[in-house]
T-cell receptor, first 115, second 114 residues
Framework: SAVISQKPSRDICQRGTSLTIQCQVD?????MFWYRQQPGQSLTLIAT?????????ESGFVIDKFPISRPNLTFSTLTVSNMSPEDSSIYLC????????????FGPGTRLTVL | AQKITQTQPGMFVQEKEAVTLDCTYD???????LFWYKQPSSGEMIFLIY??????QNATEGRYSLNFQKARKSANLVISASQLGDSAMYFC???????????FGAGTTVTVRA
């Protein structure tokens, strides 16, 4: 299985600022995803990070708020822009090595607190 | 409509006993995959077990087994011989068709007592 790392592991930010989260996979993967987990809640998909093109966002998430890049098959970033306390969550990236394996593996998550 | 339903918010289990976590799903696609993940307090999501809709046998991975009842649309996770380290939140998830994004249930918190 792919090994996924995320940076930073946690951060405390002021409202109105932006934070970029990095996700690095140790091998080439077909698909990468970004999820949000608000406190005490389940995971919600933000977007699918597409290599070399714009991400595909889920309903309720927009590119201006959550710009995503995926410049190659092993790396992606998620930016949380113009943050408010409601953005305080765990942000997790995941990767699907290939459709045939059908299993997404997750990074350790980034725990974000917005004051 | 909720695609994944986990009706047990929290469960207590005695060490060395088995525990069953319920999961029902809703899809009209004949091809789908069902997953269970464990999330300890550290926040990481740990993959436990997978069941494909066309798999004939129930999946097993060590102490984890999945009780797949297709007609009832249920995919319950059974943890045998519980250990203190099993205390965590457990999520059931599903992907449908050729769409590989996952839909998650609300989760079940398991607390293992010594």
């Amino acid at each position: 299985s792919a090994v996924i790392s995320q940076k930073p592991s946690r951060d405390i930010c002021q409202r109105g600022t932006s934070l970029t989260i990095q996700c690095q996979v140790d091998s080439q993967v077909t698909m990468m995803f970004w999820y949000r987990q608000q406190p005490g809640q389940s995971l919600t998909l933000i977007a699918t990070a597409n290599q070399g093109s714009e991400a595909t966002y889920e309903s309720g998430f927009v590119i201006d708020k959550f710009p995503i890049s995926r410049p190659n098959l092993t790396f992606s970033t998620l930016t949380v822009s113009n943050m408010s306390p409601e953005d305080s969550s765990i942000y997790l990236c995941s990767a699907l090595q290939s459709p045939s394996t059908d299993t997404q593996y997750f990074g350790p998550g980034t725990r974000l607190t917005v004051l | 409509a909720q695609k994944i339903t986990q009706t047990q918010p929290g469960m207590f289990v005695q060490e060395k006993e088995a525990v069953t976590l319920d999961c029902t799903y809703d899809t009209s696609d004949p091809s789908y995959g069902l997953f269970w993940y464990k999330q300890p307090s550290s926040g990481e999501m740990i993959f436990l077990i997978y069941q494909g809709s066309y798999d004939q046998q129930n999946a097993t991975e060590g102490r984890y087994s999945l009780n797949f009842q297709k007609a009832r649309k249920s995919a319950n996770l059974v943890i045998s011989a519980s250990q203190l380290g099993d205390s965590a939140m457990y999520f059931c998830a599903m992907r449908e068709g050729h769409d590989y994004k996952l839909s998650f249930g609300a989760g079940t918190t398991v607390t293992v007592r010594a």
